[in-house]
């Protein structure tokens, strides 16, 4: 009998070759297999959101001087008692040209350099002037001066390598001459489609057609996760259209991720094609829900994911999954935003003896909603979602006022 476009492929599937692991031993299979994108030099105003690549040290004494922290008078703290006579002003960004000595204040503005022989700055709110001399009329008992080096020393480490850069974390590079910065290059993602009954959103569907909403849906995870999304368009149910498009994705891309093609159907080929291409399939099958049918492999500095075609199977084993792999590679620490919840009513699974994601709802009180929940296809329950909570294997039920950690989405 002539399988057609099946070939031998339907006797040797790679996917039904591969045993059903647990969760916990897909994520640590991911992450040990994970290296890092290249370093690479990024003007600092381009650089929200990178990952330093080298640690940064300081190139100088942070603050150089001793510097006023108010507008006001620097003086001795000896003198506060008597009547001073002022010397001078002194602006942000100019050097004192005289020293206190006793009798004496210099008039000083924020950020300014105290000079020599003050040992305290008096807040103008604190003093009032008489006949030509400058009073103290309160004493806070602080100096008000952030003392030279306080911040840091020349030479001193004041960001390490692998931190995720920020707005405060770009201010302290700028301060210390940081520019450009060394960060690791954001990998670029490759996203393909597989299925015949797909169809791009603008196109209308006809009979047995459906949109492609995944593959737009994992180019705007891969952003958010500070990586370089490419779309390759739809693969159509063939091994041969599968290979040119995997082919194009190899050559650009640092990671490939197929939508749909990884479970066990006649037309599903995305594993046997990656390990035709001498890609090694670490697993193809995880012990969870949703999401069972998914596929991981490396071939040298190249990865592949394999995730089911269901919408949110798509969406959450990306963001449990493949989103921690991204933020490995790209030589940061996965630390997800995670607040514990209560939740608001019992919760049964059908079946406990897998991990199960569901989409919740975290109030403003603590307290977790669990949405109705129609399955893998439901995208829709995570338009109103805003965490997703984890039932590990071998929990069936979860009491209403039980703690639950919630990962934000």
Same mark, same amino acid.
């Given at each position: 009998?002539?399988?057609?476009?099946?070939?031998?492929?339907?006797?040797?599937?790679?996917?039904?070759?591969?045993?059903?692991?647990?969760?916990?031993?897909?994520f640590?299979?991911?992450?040990e297999?994970?290296?890092?994108?290249?370093?690479?030099?990024?003007?600092?105003?381009?650089?929200? %959101?990178?990952?330093?690549?080298?640690?940064?040290?300081?190139?100088?004494?942070?603050?150089? /001087? $001793?510097?006023?922290?108010m507008?006001?008078?620097?003086?001795?703290?000896? $003198?506060?008692?008597?009547?001073?006579?002022?010397?001078?002003?002194i602006?942000?960004?100019?050097?004192p040209?005289?020293?206190?000595?006793? %009798?004496?204040?210099?008039?000083?503005?924020t950020?300014?350099?105290?000079?020599?022989?003050?040992?305290?700055?008096?807040?103008?709110?604190h003093?009032?002037?008489?006949?030509?001399?400058?009073?103290?009329?309160?004493?806070?008992?602080?100096?008000n001066?952030?003392?030279?080096?306080?911040?840091?020393?020349?030479?001193?480490?004041?960001?390490?390598?692998?931190?995720?850069?920020?707005?405060?974390?770009?201010?302290?590079?700028?301060?210390?001459?940081?520019?450009?910065?060394?960060?690791?290059?954001?990998?670029?993602?490759?996203?393909?489609a597989?299925?015949?009954?797909?169809?791009?959103?603008?196109?209308?569907?006809?009979a047995a057609?459906i949109?492609?909403? &995944?593959?737009?849906?994992?180019?705007?995870?891969?952003?958010?996760?500070?990586?370089?999304?490419?779309?390759?368009?739809?693969?159509?149910?063939?091994?041969?259209?599968?290979?040119?498009?995997?082919?194009?994705?190899?050559?650009?891309?640092?990671?490939?991720?197929?939508?749909?093609?990884?479970?066990?159907?006649?037309?599903?080929?995305?594993p046997?094609?990656l390990s035709?291409?001498?890609?090694?399939?670490? !697993?193809?099958?995880?012990?969870?829900?949703?999401?069972?049918?998914?596929? *991981?492999?490396?071939?040298?500095?190249?990865?592949?994911?394999?995730?089911?075609? &269901?919408?949110?199977?798509?969406?959450?084993?990306?963001?449990?999954?493949?989103?921690?792999?991204?933020?490995?590679?790209?030589?940061?620490?996965?630390?997800p935003?995670?607040?514990?919840?209560?939740?608001?009513?019992?919760?049964?699974?059908?079946?406990?003896?897998?991990s199960e994601?569901?989409?919740?709802?975290?109030?403003? $009180?603590g307290?977790?909603? !669990? *949405?109705?929940?129609h399955?893998?296809? /439901?995208?829709?329950?995570?338009? /109103?979602?805003?965490?997703?909570?984890?039932?590990?294997?071998?929990?069936?039920?979860? &009491?209403?006022?039980?703690d639950?950690?919630?990962?934000?989405?």
């Amino acid at each position: 009998m002539d399988n057609g476009p099946l070939g031998d492929l339907a006797e040797n599937r790679t996917l039904q070759g591969k045993h059903m692991i647990s969760f916990d031993e897909a994520f640590r299979i991911v992450l040990e297999n994970t290296g890092q994108t290249a370093a690479e030099d990024i003007a600092l105003g381009d650089c929200l %959101g990178r990952v330093l690549a080298a640690d940064v040290a300081s190139d100088m004494d942070m603050p150089p /001087h $001793d510097l006023s922290a108010m507008d006001g008078f620097a003086c001795r703290q000896a $003198d506060l008692d008597a009547g001073l006579t002022e010397i001078e002003t002194i602006p942000a960004g100019y050097m004192p040209q005289k020293a206190v000595a006793g %009798g004496r204040c210099s008039r000083i503005m924020t950020g300014a350099v105290v000079p020599k022989g003050a040992d305290i700055v008096v807040m103008f709110e604190h003093t009032e002037a008489r006949d030509g001399l400058v009073y103290v009329v309160k004493k806070s008992g602080r100096t008000n001066i952030r003392r030279k080096a306080e911040d840091a020393r020349a030479g001193d480490m004041v960001l390490a390598a692998g931190t995720v850069l920020r707005p405060v974390e770009i201010a302290v590079l700028a301060s210390v001459g940081c520019d450009p910065a060394t960060v690791y290059a954001m990998p670029r993602v490759g996203v393909v489609a597989t299925g015949d009954e797909l169809i791009e959103p603008r196109q209308k569907p006809t009979a047995a057609k459906i949109r492609n909403s &995944n593959s737009y849906q994992l180019c705007a995870q891969i952003q958010r996760a500070g990586c370089i999304p490419k779309y390759f368009g739809i693969a159509k149910d063939t091994p041969e259209a599968i290979d040119v498009i995997l082919a194009a994705a190899i050559e650009q891309c640092d990671v490939v991720i197929f939508s749909g093609g990884v479970s066990v159907g006649d037309y599903d080929f995305v594993p046997q094609i990656l390990s035709d291409n001498g890609i090694d399939i670490k !697993f193809a099958k995880v012990k969870i829900k949703p999401g069972r049918p998914t596929v *991981f492999g490396t071939k040298g500095n190249k990865y592949f994911f394999g995730l089911p075609g &269901n919408p949110v199977s798509t969406f959450v084993l990306f963001e449990v999954l493949v989103r921690p792999f991204l933020v490995k590679l790209m030589g940061a620490d996965y630390r997800p935003a995670r607040i514990r919840g209560r939740l608001a009513k019992d919760v049964i699974k059908r079946k406990a003896d897998r991990s199960e994601f569901r989409p919740v709802k975290l109030e403003a $009180d603590g307290a977790v909603n !669990f *949405f109705a929940y129609h399955g893998s296809a /439901h995208i829709h329950a995570y338009t /109103h979602a805003n965490g997703i909570v984890q039932i590990p294997a071998g929990v069936g039920k979860l &009491n209403a006022g039980s703690d639950v950690e919630v990962t934000l989405i």
